[in-house]
């Protein structure tokens, strides 16, 4: 059936612009729930007849991204409870000797099990670590939580589940889990994120290096289960054989070809194998986000579909700059400081197409300018405490054992921490994407 519409196309033009840049301000500034932002935004699109409730569900809203949104999530608290990361920190942290060696490898099992675990998990499994840790130690608790924080945040790009908007961009690209790593004959974003990860935890031994104080922290016996562990190795064959045409080609008969129905998988693994915690797992996943996800698919593909994204695209690239070395350097920066104020969500979501119609207009590859994007938009959040939410359950934390949140200490920390890891990547695809 054919949806009513109000209004003309340039009217539906100014009414998606103006409710994109009411969603935009209320998200920015959260005096209301984001959640009631989105959807409130999509359905009264849908209202005004500028998309139908079938475009916007079954075109706009990525279904395959939610889907493995919900099952890693729920396979983060499986892993949780499997205690396989307590085991890694407590074997390594008792063959440690100094404190700077030591909270570097608190952040590197940060950095490493965001890879894969939604970072506020990672920050609530490893908190406890951390200030036994410190308490141990004698040492400031504000470092070891600030630094546990922003090391869980600097991954966001080293898989394409460590975070909403890598997911957003694979599932939007077509790119498979491998893709990450080499594509094109090239390094790829993944890789590219793990040299970014090397040097902003190089930059934090730096800024450890008076942190000389013995350690010792006693190996504990720990029980683990290897369900999660099993059900990810799986998972991510899985979703690498996908992408392998042969493989698309056999379920495609079947409707079976959709990167989704591994998250659906997932997800009924973990709660199968956790139905002890099963009440706990469902109440304590971010449903918040999943409704958010919903609503903004819809507020940018509405966008999308009547031209403004094209318009925005068209500005960028009538500015008179012709460089894609200027443009890289724009997109990735300018995605730096906004993703400190904003929800990187929206803004990839955003920013993807905005992407591909400015490569289009200069003629290059749009995969650098969507690799420099990206890592913008996923470590600038990084910066300040209420960038990130692991940054805000960090913040939490101290604040309630009675730490005053100075924003300038804090900046102190992720500035050259988040500043290294995204400027060794912009080098690296300045010199081998462009």
Not at 110 to 136: D, G, Y
Not at 150 to 156: G, L
Not at 172 to 179: E, I, K, R
Not at 407 to 428: D, G, Q, R, T
Request: aromatic share 12%; hydrophobic share 60%.
């Amino acid at each position: 059936m054919t949806w009513y519409h109000l209004f003309d196309p340039t009217a539906e033009k100014w009414l998606a612009l103006a409710i994109f840049a009411v969603c935009f301000g209320l998200i920015l500034y959260r005096n209301v729930k984001i959640v009631y932002v989105s959807l409130g935004a999509a359905a009264l699109l849908v209202a005004l007849g500028i998309t139908s409730p079938s475009s916007a569900l079954l075109r706009m809203v990525d279904w395959d991204v939610l889907a493995i949104y919900w099952g890693y999530g729920m396979l983060a608290f499986s892993f949780r409870e499997s205690r396989i990361p307590a085991l890694i920190a407590s074997y390594v942290l008792a063959r440690i000797k100094k404190e700077k060696y030591a909270l570097l490898f608190l952040c590197s099992l940060s950095a490493f099990l965001s890879a894969f675990m939604a970072n506020p998990v990672v920050v609530i499994m490893l908190a406890p670590l951390a200030i036994e840790m410190a308490e141990r130690l004698k040492a400031s608790l504000f470092l070891y939580l600030v630094c546990l924080a922003i090391s869980s945040n600097v991954v966001t790009t080293v898989t394409m589940v460590a975070d909403p908007p890598a997911l957003i961009l694979a599932m939007a690209t077509g790119m498979s889990f491998l893709d990450f790593y080499w594509f094109q004959g090239k390094m790829s974003l993944g890789t590219l994120s793990v040299v970014g990860v090397i040097v902003a935890l190089l930059t934090l031994l730096f800024q450890f290096r008076d942190l000389n104080n013995s350690v010792d922290l006693a190996e504990q016996k720990i029980r683990i289960t290897y369900g999660a562990l099993i059900i990810f190795i799986l998972s991510i064959v899985a979703l690498a054989m996908m992408s392998y045409p042969q493989v698309k080609t056999i379920l495609a008969p079947v409707s079976m070809n959709h990167p989704g129905i591994i998250g659906v998988l997932v997800g009924g693994s973990a709660l199968l194998i956790e139905r002890r915690v099963v009440r706990e797992m469902i109440a304590d996943f971010d449903w918040d986000t999943l409704w958010f996800l919903i609503g903004i698919f819809i507020v940018i593909g509405a966008v999308e579909k009547v031209g403004l994204l094209k318009d925005i695209a068209g500005w960028l690239a009538g500015t008179g700059l012709t460089s894609p070395t200027v443009y890289l350097l724009i997109l990735t920066w300018i995605s730096v400081i906004l993703s400190a104020f904003i929800d990187n969500v929206p803004y990839t979501i955003l920013m993807i197409p905005v992407c591909s119609y400015l490569a289009q207009s200069l003629g290059i590859s749009p995969w650098p300018l969507y690799f420099g994007m990206l890592v913008g938009t996923g470590i600038g959040g990084n910066i300040t405490p209420v960038g990130a939410t692991a940054n805000v359950l960090a913040c939490g934390m101290l604040e309630k054992r009675g730490y005053r949140i100075d924003l300038w200490h804090f900046m102190k920390i992720s500035i050259p921490f988040s500043v290294a890891a995204v400027l060794a990547v912009h080098i690296l695809l300045q010199l081998l994407w462009l």
